[in-house]
């Protein structure tokens, strides 16, 4: 896995624009801007066609930059989008989480902070002996808000006594949090360390040693989150956890890396893509790994193998929130894709709106790599 941190959203401040405060008759037309995951819909194609965009209002007096605030220190890094919500019976906030582990909610108005927390002493990016993100991990991936459970969940990273006195990557940990969206109070923290995928038993989670990049979804009352490796380094595989979204207790975690050829690699990274959800199953892409099972013969899609790397995947998730592999597409040519390091895995996949079809094929997705190839798949 290896990004540029300058080609990703690096601001230290903030800027937003929101629809729901346009003037007059066009705020009634257009309606609320609410966005409570990434890229705003779980088809991840960031595709509202109830929004009315169209140049008359993007070129109108009226849309535009409303104010520019920059929260906590200067420099701080903030790579997670900002989460847009209107709780009943008030007013829009923009909630915004950092690498450095501070969450802020702001006026949507105003950009004045309304509450405010640091979970814990971030991540230093020594340790990963990786630039890809400096000088803090923190809160990377994307949140994930419920608004019926009045829920806002995200991923710290930190260290073992929250406190940074003792550093390393084996201190390193990696916190589950479900806060209020409006006061940001911790409703449950969970240290998931030391659990083992249900595919690979001899993995174990190391929070030190993975990274939380893509963005956060929910199915079936659990919260899912994807995690690969900083810069490809130490033992790390692609891992696939859920949370149970009431109690943030562990329901299940998969790796991309098992059976007999796994071994490492094949990190979930997406550019901070989010988990593709269709409802009853997750999508996901995973980067360059060890994929030598794909070598012993030709395979079906529908058969996956165990070791899954360059691969958009299919999960299929049960009511019980137990995880597999159900499908699954790998480019032929992933070993020169992986040689050159031109991920496969640099985006995420998403499905397209129901205008993009045809008579044979209902569902259209898509997803792009490194070697500036769009894949279009069924």
């Given at each position: 896995?290896h990004?540029t941190?300058?080609a990703?959203?690096?601001?230290a401040?903030?800027?937003t624009?929101?629809l729901?405060?346009?003037?007059?008759a066009?705020a009634q037309?257009?309606g609320t801007?609410?966005?409570?995951?990434?890229?705003?819909?779980?088809?991840q194609?960031?595709y509202?066609?109830?929004?009315?965009?169209?140049p008359?209002?993007?070129g109108?007096s009226?849309f535009?930059?409303l104010?520019?605030?920059?929260p906590g220190?200067a420099g701080?890094?903030?790579?997670?989008?900002?989460i847009?919500y209107?709780?009943?019976g008030g007013?829009q906030?923009?909630?915004v989480a950092?690498?450095?582990?501070n969450?802020y909610v702001?006026?949507?108005a105003t950009?004045a902070?309304r509450?405010?927390?640091?979970?814990?002493a971030p991540f230093?990016?020594?340790d990963?002996?990786c630039?890809?993100?400096?000088?803090?991990?923190?809160i990377?991936?994307?949140p994930?808000?419920?608004?019926n459970?009045q829920?806002l969940y995200?991923w710290?990273?930190?260290?073992?006594?929250?406190?940074?006195?003792?550093?390393?990557l084996?201190?390193g940990?990696y916190?589950f949090?479900?806060v209020?969206p409006?006061?940001l109070?911790?409703k449950?923290?969970?240290?998931?360390?030391?659990?083992?995928?249900?595919n690979?038993?001899?993995?174990?989670?190391?929070?030190?040693k993975?990274?939380?990049?893509?963005g956060l979804?929910e199915?079936n009352g659990?919260i899912?989150?994807?995690?690969?490796?900083h810069?490809?380094?130490?033992?790390y595989?692609g891992?696939?956890?859920?949370m149970?979204?009431k109690?943030?207790?562990v329901?299940d975690s998969w790796?991309?890396?098992?059976g007999?050829?796994?071994t490492?690699?094949s990190?979930?990274w997406?550019?901070?893509a989010?988990i593709?959800?269709?409802?009853?199953?997750?999508?996901?892409v995973?980067?360059?790994?060890?994929?030598?099972e794909?070598?012993t013969?030709?395979?079906?899609?529908?058969s996956?193998p165990?070791?899954?790397?360059m691969s958009?995947i299919r999960?299929?998730?049960g009511?019980?929130g137990t995880?597999g592999a159900?499908?699954?597409?790998t480019?032929s040519?992933f070993?020169a894709?992986?040689?050159a390091?031109?991920?496969?895995g640099?985006?995420?996949v998403?499905?397209l709106?129901s205008?993009?079809?045809t008579s044979?094929?209902k569902?259209i997705a898509i997803?792009?790599g490194?070697n500036?190839k769009?894949y279009?798949?069924?």
């Amino acid at each position: 896995m290896h990004f540029t941190i300058r080609a990703l959203a690096t601001a230290a401040a903030i800027a937003t624009t929101f629809l729901g405060h346009l003037h007059g008759a066009q705020a009634q037309a257009y309606g609320t801007a609410d966005c409570l995951l990434e890229n705003c819909s779980p088809s991840q194609s960031g595709y509202l066609d109830s929004y009315n965009f169209d140049p008359a209002v993007v070129g109108s007096s009226s849309f535009g930059q409303l104010w520019n605030v920059n929260p906590g220190r200067a420099g701080q890094v903030f790579l997670a989008q900002p989460i847009t919500y209107t709780p009943s019976g008030g007013s829009q906030s923009v909630i915004v989480a950092s690498e450095d582990n501070n969450v802020y909610v702001l006026d949507a108005a105003t950009g004045a902070a309304r509450a405010s927390i640091n979970t814990q002493a971030p991540f230093l990016a020594t340790d990963t002996k990786c630039t890809d993100i400096v000088p803090n991990i923190g809160i990377t991936g994307t949140p994930y808000l419920d608004a019926n459970l009045q829920t806002l969940y995200f991923w710290s990273k930190g260290y073992v006594d929250g406190t940074g006195t003792t550093t390393g990557l084996d201190q390193g940990r990696y916190k589950f949090y479900g806060v209020d969206p409006v006061t940001l109070k911790t409703k449950f923290v969970t240290d998931p360390q030391g659990i083992i995928p249900n595919n690979r038993p001899d993995q174990r989670f190391e929070g030190g040693k993975v990274l939380q990049r893509p963005g956060l979804t929910e199915l079936n009352g659990v919260i899912w989150a994807a995690f690969g490796g900083h810069c490809d380094n130490f033992n790390y595989t692609g891992w696939m956890v859920g949370m149970d979204a009431k109690t943030g207790a562990v329901v299940d975690s998969w790796v991309t890396q098992a059976g007999p050829f796994g071994t490492v690699g094949s990190g979930i990274w997406m550019a901070g893509a989010g988990i593709a959800n269709d409802g009853k199953n997750l999508w996901v892409v995973t980067g360059n790994g060890y994929g030598e099972e794909l070598n012993t013969a030709p395979r079906i899609g529908s058969s996956p193998p165990q070791a899954l790397p360059m691969s958009v995947i299919r999960l299929g998730v049960g009511v019980n929130g137990t995880i597999g592999a159900q499908d699954f597409f790998t480019p032929s040519d992933f070993r020169a894709i992986d040689a050159a390091d031109q991920d496969f895995g640099s985006s995420g996949v998403c499905f397209l709106p129901s205008g993009f079809s045809t008579s044979s094929v209902k569902r259209i997705a898509i997803a792009n790599g490194k070697n500036s190839k769009a894949y279009i798949m069924n």
